[in-house]
């Protein structure tokens, strides 16, 4: 069955939407805990380069999480590779979140 291919593919579609359509300009409105910052908060936060890593994470995390579901179907099975498919995503979304305190503001 050719579903979970298309779930992945949507996932990966919508992430690096996330990942090119997020800007500098938008992030004030877009951007969980920056849309809630004050100006004087925004102006010392490291804006530029935490969308540069959350582009780069997005990126890879998009890649690997394919190459990972596409080498776990054609091993075992779809209900094993939607599953790891899934775990990954959720661990390494998780380890983002703790790599970007490192933009916490001063």
């Known amino acids: ?6 779930a992945v593919l949507i996932t990966d579609f919508i992430l690096l939407i996330i990942a090119f359509g997020m800007t500098k300009e938008n992030s004030k409105y877009l951007l969980s805990g920056y849309n809630t910052m004050s100006e004087k908060e925004r102006k010392k ?9 959350l582009k780069r994470f997005l990126v890879i995390l998009t890649s690997t999480s394919t190459v990972i579901f ?3 179907v054609y091993f075992f099975d779809e209900k094993i590779a939607v599953m790891s498919y899934a775990s990954y995503l959720m661990i390494m979304l998780i380890w983002f979140v703790f790599k970007g305190t490192k933009f916490k503001l001063n």
């Open 1 to 6: 069955m050719m579903t979970p291919f298309i």
């Open 70 to 72: 596409v080498i776990l």
């Open 45 to 53: 936060f490291d804006i530029e380069n935490y969308l540069s890593f």
